[in-house]
């Protein structure tokens, strides 16, 4: 498996989202070529894919590094890690996790830090091997679509 970072929208890509997204979310629909071109014009996120050359180098998942300026610091935060429910348990998401970890560190990050939703108990379970810490915290969220 490889891990790339994006720097160019191509069709692949965007079927292999079309095909991913709803394994990740049944309620938000993929995102479309244009809001994947802003995702990878964007100086504020990192959009990185794994590709499993053992499936003619299918792109098997994904993960969004969004890296932003705060007074205290540059922070990171990783977002929407996917990995095809085929190639599950192969090291794809600890891939995808510690590319994006390098690559904040590189870009001067202090910390990164991620959600996930008590139900991915294999998730859960892979953020914590990898070294993130549960942080007791409240995350709270504003719907703008209400």
Not at 32 to 55: C, K, N, Q, Y
Not at 79 to 84: F, N, P, S, Y
Not at 113 to 118: A, G, I, W
Request: hydrophobic fraction near 40%; charge should be neutral; glycine fraction near 4%.
């Amino acid at each position: 498996m490889t891990i790339e970072k994006v720097s160019e929208v191509t069709d692949e890509l965007v079927v292999a989202f079309e095909r991913l997204i709803p394994q990740l979310s049944s309620s938000n629909p993929p995102p479309t070529r244009d809001e994947i071109g802003e995702m990878v014009a964007s100086p504020a996120t990192v959009l990185l894919i794994a590709r499993d050359p053992s499936r003619s180098n299918e792109i098997v998942g994904a993960l969004t590094l969004a890296l932003f300026r705060i007074p205290t610091a540059l922070r990171a935060w990783i977002e929407d890690v996917i990995v095809a429910t085929s190639s599950r348990g192969q090291g794809i998401g600890e891939a995808l996790c510690m590319a994006a970890i390098e690559h904040a560190r590189e870009a001067g990050a202090t910390t990164v830090d991620l959600t996930s939703r008590p139900k991915r108990e294999a998730a859960n379970r892979l953020y914590l091997r990898i070294g993130f810490e549960k942080r007791d915290t409240n995350v709270y969220r504003y719907n703008l679509k209400r």
